[in-house]
């Protein structure tokens, strides 16, 4: 561990610039963007339906069309960011290739999690973003394929089953972190190939964060859920369970 203390602070300026960078470019919210357009002005995704600026709400109270193009965006720019961080952080020397990977793959982390900052307070909108669930799933697909397939399995399953878009998220975000250790520890650690142990433990604290902060954000979400008034998704419009 001794190792990642040096490195974070020999580099704390590639933190800062990844971290601005990311933030900054998290900050364009294509939802709040997308429905301006659409409504030509008129309307503020922010004050329809749910009031998040995200995927779901335009879905809802936009169109499909709209939340399309809100899902493709959002995930869009956080692959940005995440690919600029890891090109930031190719620079750091390294006495192994192992290590230099595990460098490379903190710069994904630290930009992607403040991507997802952005996207939830959006310098640019009053600081009144979304949720950040679609940000969250694109950097984990650029950190670890495995780690998203396993994402993308349990929200589909849940989502099938309840047709509730933020159970599947709560529900994946609630699993991201075991997840990630299960595959970083047992497929890269133990294999003696992958990384060191201290990477598993930044890694795994890492994906909690982000799964903390997602769930914090489907606070509102949650209490519906409770109280047994969280909408569906359906072929046709959401209804009222």
């Not at 939802?31 to 879905?59: C, E, H, P, W, Y």
């Not at 090109?87 to 982390?109: H, M, R």
Request: proline share 1%.
């Amino acid at each position: 561990m001794s190792v990642y203390l040096t490195f974070f602070a020999e580099n704390w300026w590639r933190i800062l610039i990844t971290a601005l960078a990311a933030y900054l470019l998290g900050s364009i919210n294509t939802a709040v963007l997308v429905t301006k357009i659409v409504t030509k002005g008129k309307k503020d995704i922010r004050q329809m339906g749910s009031g998040n600026a995200g995927f779901t709400n335009v879905l809802r109270s936009v169109g499909k069309a709209p939340a399309v193009v809100t899902i493709v965006c959002d995930a869009l720019k956080c692959v940005i960011a995440v690919l600029f961080g890891s090109f930031i952080f190719s620079f750091v020397q390294a006495d192994t290739q192992v290590l230099q990977n595990e460098f490379v793959n903190c710069g994904k982390y630290i930009a992607g999690i403040f991507c997802i900052l952005g996207h939830s307070f959006p310098v640019y909108f009053h600081f009144k973003g979304g949720k950040g669930v679609v940000t969250a799933a694109a950097l984990i697909a650029v950190e670890d394929w495995r780690v998203f397939i396993c994402i993308i399995l349990t929200f589909l399953i849940v989502f099938v089953i309840t047709k509730i878009i933020s159970t599947s998220s709560i529900i994946s975000a609630i699993l991201y972190a075991p997840y990630t250790f299960a595959v970083t520890f047992i497929f890269d650690y133990l294999s003696g190939s992958g990384c060191s142990l201290s990477y598993v433990i930044l890694s795994t604290a890492a994906s909690l964060i982000i799964a903390v902060f997602v769930i914090v954000k489907h606070k509102a979400n949650i209490g519906r859920l409770i109280r047994g008034e969280e909408k569906k998704i359906t072929a046709g419009k959401s209804k009222e369970q």
